[in-house]
């Protein structure tokens, strides 16, 4: 069984792999972008510690949704594939999966610490507090580490009976964010919007440490501007 | 009644959305910035929702100043277009408005602080401290929440008493600024010298929490040295 | 009498005006380089309130040394000219000055503090604290304010016992930094470290409150390395 | 004896001390980068002073590793020669070096604190907390300063136990970092993580100011994926 990657899915993670570069949101070979052909069932992600500026779309990895077995490309998938599988495998409506270490929501992560709604900048896209998991076992490190970082997502979210399409991004306790949406590019929207939230958060917390959390019905008009049925921003696309 | 938009306001408004993207205060499609044509009684401002890497002059929409309603454009105007048509109705001296999300601006809204002038960069643009609105209530917001935001900046410089040219730029509370001028651009430059003064400030404070505002005889030279009938600063050309 | 300005000064003094802008030391038209010709007594600098983008050599005004009249140039001269003037006239080592609103020198500027040094970067270019000026009377604002402004600069480093060529840089309180050299572009590469001390100084401060200067040992040995007869600092060109 | 450099040194070296530049790691003349052949038993280094967008690769300098003469090259070495050799000479697997006085990194070397490993992003790259200097006594300044630095480097990851492939970068107190790695570029690549982990790390404390370092069993598990036997991450090079 060779199912072949469609040029589009190709072409649109390979600019989700460059779109992380050109927002700021990754250095070195941090970081990895990828896409799903849910009818293939072939998940298509940046290879392993392979410089940004030397990625071509020939470079990109498919692997086997259920299996993770490499379908097509010749280089190792990134080591956090596991990652994504896991959570392809678990929410049906995600279409595209970016990590990365982009600081402000790595210090997020790093302090263990969810980031609070405080504006509308952040209700446009994450319809609450961004979760932080539970830190990691030592057992779960251990074995099969990449997978467990994707369980204790997936946990998150279902501990707080969040929606990925409300919480299109959690921040995995001492690592980073993970972010998603219905397809490669819109993921990577999620993650430019992650990290300006969470730049203006500590900023804002710093500045004033008892400033409280967004009213719930400004930060609820806000997401619902943009998202469901009801939605007004934009261009009717949706 | 089909009013026309002059070439040159197209083009105004057109490259005051692009100098949002240089000068850095807007990211994905956050932001807006509109122009007016008083003779005309018609606001020309960005579309709703679009990248501002693929936004063209001929993409802007025009909407009635009194009914709001599109007068020429294929797209849907921005979301925020109530705001700006509340400003232009009420202060006649405004040629061009725009709203950010500009980072440290934000900071300072989320915060619910105006941001007090601390030196000769906050003086030479704004005549006293920055206001932030009162947060709008849950009615306000669910109601028409576009148009009680322009609404609730308005009250903010009548309840101060503070003159548009004086105090071209108000924080909304939870949410962002809005900055205005005589014209497009010049609400950008506003936009550009508050982003500049509000990331001075926050850092200023977390240097010397103690700091008090400039002296007023000072803030007064260097607002008057650029504005006003005895203007020194600049080409002679205000 | 009309002394004509080199062609060498005037290419020198635009290089300087641009490489505030490419260090990002300036914004919107904030700031102004100038120098000097001291045997034609004429100073050169940036018109007032010209936009970085649209300087060209031939904007650039000459006055004179004594009488600060304008030799050369159609534009008016920086409002600040008389600041510069008044350096220039009581320090005949200086070249070439700088005045900008950089982000983090002008947080101390506002802070009203000096800039203690805390490491080699520091050291590399200052011998000792970066001095802030005492806050200008409401007397002195009222009248000729620029060129208090110099005299307030002038007597921070008098009172201080410091010499312009130890000390190339001074924060004026509630207002931003000056900084001058031999040359226009020596006089930007002070102001270049001072905003990265400065930004450095901010952020050393934050996470170790505690922190105390440099051994002054330290200082002296990196600042000879780079100044004065036994410097072994670059190639021998001082 | 006139060992020549090969070409394949001289031009990674001189890429190594661009990328300093591209990656934001240098200003003016600061930071310098080498590299070594061991069979000619030669280091080459930039020239003192020089600004990066003057240098050549033919500006670079041959220095002895031994004797630290200039074997090639009509400019004088960085000043900061003798800290390299001395740690050319300790360490046998080093291939590169770079000094810089990257704004973060210099913030913990001038507030005197090592680095803790609070997230992956710095357990990919160091195998613990980076650690800091003790400050050098007024003896070792004032005498062979340079080569003293070299000296407190060697003695810090002495007393620490730490192998320099394990931790490949030391802050020297009230200065700033020297990192280094198998070749220039892979030096410059662990600069460049340790200015993104400094970064990271200030901020994190500042949100968080009770944060523990992160589980030493996520600390190994992440550098043993990037490095020895064992590593999976990347594409089987190393």
Not at 44 to 64: C, F, M, N, Q
Request: proline share 8%; hydrophobic share 40%.
């Amino acid at each position: 069984m060779t199912a072949s990657v469609s040029p589009g899915l190709r072409e649109a993670v390979w600019q989700a792999n460059q779109a992380l570069v050109e927002a700021g949101l990754v250095r070195l070979s941090f970081g990895n972008a990828s896409g799903i052909d849910r009818d293939a069932g072939i998940v298509l992600i940046k290879p392993s510690g392979v410089p940004y500026d030397e990625l071509r779309p020939e470079h990109l990895v498919a692997v086997g949704l259920e299996d993770g077995q490499v379908r097509e490309g010749e280089a190792r998938p990134s080591s956090d594939t596991p990652t994504h599988l896991a959570l392809y495998r678990t929410y049906p409506t995600i279409g595209g999966i970016v990590h990365t270490h982009s600081e402000a929501a790595t210090v997020w992560a790093q302090a263990c610490l969810p980031i609070p709604p405080l504006g509308t900048t952040h209700a446009d896209h994450f319809r609450g507090p961004i979760p932080v998991t539970r830190p990691l076992a030592e057992a779960e490190v251990g074995a099969d580490y990449e997978a467990a970082t994707g369980a204790v997502i997936v946990a998150t979210l279902d501990e707080l009976g969040l929606d990925p399409g409300d919480m299109p991004a959690v921040l995995v306790a001492s690592h980073g964010p993970f972010a998603w949406g219905g397809d490669p590019l819109e993921a990577v929207a999620n993650a430019i919007a992650l990290e300006t939230v969470a730049a203006m958060a500590i900023r804002t917390y710093a500045l004033n440490p008892a400033v409280q959390p967004m009213a719930g019905y400004l930060l609820e008009r806000h997401f619902r501007r943009k998202h469901g049925a009801d939605a007004y921003y934009g261009q009717r696309r949706r």
